[in-house]
């Protein structure tokens, strides 16, 4: 059983960045693939940064030059770095781990998930 803990979140305004970092237990990240999900509030959760085991990272669309994620296989962490950040990136971040994940951005494929935490980008 993997136990996921994000941290990092808070408030900001447009422009800033932030460093989301999750911290797992029970399982190596580096078994895994990890990824990032978000929900703002009245959206369906989205993905957002996934990282293979064996290949490269992929993101969406909304954030590609502005985040970057990473995993320390040592540390067992998995983090994400956001620049430039936009109000449309408000959100409840979530890691998740998962094996044998088809699709990167499918909930459904991934087998455990943090509680989540809170980012908020003002204008």
């Known amino acids: 059983q993997v136990q996921l803990v994000e941290s990092g979140g808070g408030s900001v305004q447009a422009g800033g960045s932030l460093r989301l970092s999750c911290a797992a237990s029970?399982?190596?990240?580096?078994?895994?693939?990890m990824a990032w999900f978000r929900q703002a509030p009245g959206k369906e959760r989205e993905g957002v940064a996934v990282?293979?085991?064996?290949?490269?990272?992929k993101y969406a669309d909304s954030v590609i030059g502005r985040f970057t994620i990473s995993k320390d296989n040592a540390a067992n962490t998995l983090d994400l770095q956001m620049n430039n950040l936009k109000p449309e990136d408000t959100g409840v971040y979530y890691c998740?781990?998962?094996?044998?994940?088809?699709?990167?951005?499918?909930?459904?494929?991934?087998?455990?998930w943090g509680q989540g935490t809170q980012v908020t980008v003002s204008s």
């Open positions: 029970g399982g190596p990240v580096g078994t895994y693939t």
């Open positions: 990282i293979y085991i064996y290949a490269g990272p």
């Open positions: 998740a781990a998962g094996r044998g994940v088809m699709y990167a951005f499918q909930t459904s494929g991934y087998n455990y």
